[in-house]
Each structure stands twice: as structure tokens, then as C-alpha cells.
């Protein structure tokens, strides 16, 4: 059968400059700086306006494969790979707790520094409900808070570092608004005490570092800096 979407969702892919979002390149993989509110892979109404696409278009040959995503929403470093080997092993460091990702947002409030562990209800609404008590087949979401500290000339925002734990859908909005502090920007979670512009979301996958393919006792590390456009919301 043919299934028609009549009003699927739309997103601004065209106006990125894909090349410029190249941050590293080997045989095994391209890692980019992925825009904010651009989808890492194909939907089920909207087949092309997305990173994996879009980055095809360039690298044609060999196939681009997703390893990991981001939430359509945030920003930063996103791994394509470019063989199922690598494929394989970044799924595998995954697995293996081996691959450690630092995120930083703006939040509107502070957040204590050390461990968050709540518990997240398995279901496909678009917002995660969570819990500080475990209950049955609700995931387990760890989250290490490094620093929150106050943002030059904002009386609301904090500069809130994190190390993610676990990999849940929505984990970090999630926690952050069950603590009181959601992100800055979040239209799912509230950001009600702040008047923000339509399109304005502050989170970033700043840093990743994985063991390197073919020699796990070498470690691989990437960094972004601060997104400049950030610094017209403190």
C-alpha cells in the first residue's frame, strides 16, 4: 500500500552549510558538529531532511551508517559511521560503558553537583515522566552533574555541566525539570520563567571519548567550544 502524509514535519536542513559542520574525518568515521533542531536520521513522514542525509549527499561512497543520535533538538558531536565494523565497535563501547559523553546546557536554575538517578517510564509519549523510585520495567537514568554555575549578566540562567551515564530518550530535559531546573529553551519540559525567542534550546554535546578502532588502549577525544550564539541569551 502507499502511505501519504499530507503534513509531515518539516525541518531547516537547507539552510545548513553541511561542509562547515565537519569537525574530524578518518577511514572510519565522520564526526560533525550537529545543528540544533535538525533530526539525526530519516522519520517515517520525512525521509531527507535529516543529518544522515544530508551528509550522503557529500560522501556518497562508502554508505553512511547512524551509530548513536541526538535529540532533534540538541546540538553537537554526532558520530556517522562509514563501515559496519565501525558500526559494530562504537555499539559495542556503548555497551560496554566504555565511550564517555559530556553535555552542557543552560538551565534555568542551579543543580546540585554530584549523582542524579531517577527512573523513567518505558512508553512513546513525547514527554518522559519520571520518578526518584523505581517501579516496574522503568529504566534507570544516571546522571553526573560536574558544575552549575551562575551565567555572566543573566539573573536565571546557570552554565550546567554533565556527564551522561545512561542514554535515555529525553534523559537530560527530563532530569533537569524534574529537579526544578529544566533547560533553557525547552518547550516539552517548561521554561516558563524565562521569555525566550521561538527556535532558542541550550543543549550541547560538548565532548566525546572512545577507545580508538583497532586499539582499544588508545582513547579518542573530541571537544567543542561554547556555542557562540549562546552568548545572546546570558
Known amino acids: 500500500y502507499v502511505r501519504v502524509h499530507a503534513s509531515p514535519k518539516r525541518f531547516a536542513s537547507h539552510a545548513i552549510q553541511w561542509p562547515t559542520t565537519l569537525v574530524h574525518e578518518t577511514e572510519d568515521f565522520i564526526l560533525i558538529n550537529k545543528p540544533a533542531h535538525i533530526p539525526t536520521h530519516a522519520s517515517v513522514d520525512n525521509y531527507r531532511e535529516n543529518v544522515v542525509h544530508c551528509w550522503s549527499q557529500l560522501r556518497p561512497a562508502p554508505p553512511l551508517l547512524p551509530v548513536h543520535r541526538l535529540d532533534v533538538a540538541t546540538e553537537g558531536l554526532l558520530f556517522l559511521g562509514k563501515s559496519a565494523a565501525f558500526q559494530r565497535h562504537f555499539l559495542r563501547c556503548l555497551a560496554e560503558g566504555t565511550i564517555h559523553k559530556s553535555y552542557r546546557a543552560f538551565t534555568c536554575g542551579s543543580l546540585p553537583v554530584g549523582r542524579l538517578t531517577h527512573y523513567m517510564r518505558s512508553d512513546r509519549l513525547p514527554r518522559k515522566t519520571i520518578a526518584t523510585i523505581s517501579h516496574w520495567q522503568w529504566k534507570a537514568c544516571h546522571l553526573e552533574v560536574e558544575s552549575s554555575e551562575p551565567v555572566a549578566g543573566s539573573t536565571a540562567l546557570y552554565l550546567t555541566h554533565f556527564r551522561l551515564l545512561t542514554g535515555r530518550t529525553h534523559q537530560i530535559r527530563a532530569q533537569c525539570a524534574y529537579m526544578g531546573s529544566p533547560i533553557y529553551g525547552d518547550p516539552i519540559y517548561g521554561w516558563q520563567q524565562l521569555e ?18 583497532g586499539d582499544p588502549t588508545q582513547r579518542l577525544a573530541f571537544e567543542l567550544p561554547l556555542p557562540t550564539h549562546w552568548k545572546n541569551y546570558g
Open 196 to 213: 525566550t525567542s521561538l527556535g532558542v534550546f541550550c543543549l550541547q554535546a560538548y565532548r566525546m571519548e572512545l577507545p580508538a578502532p
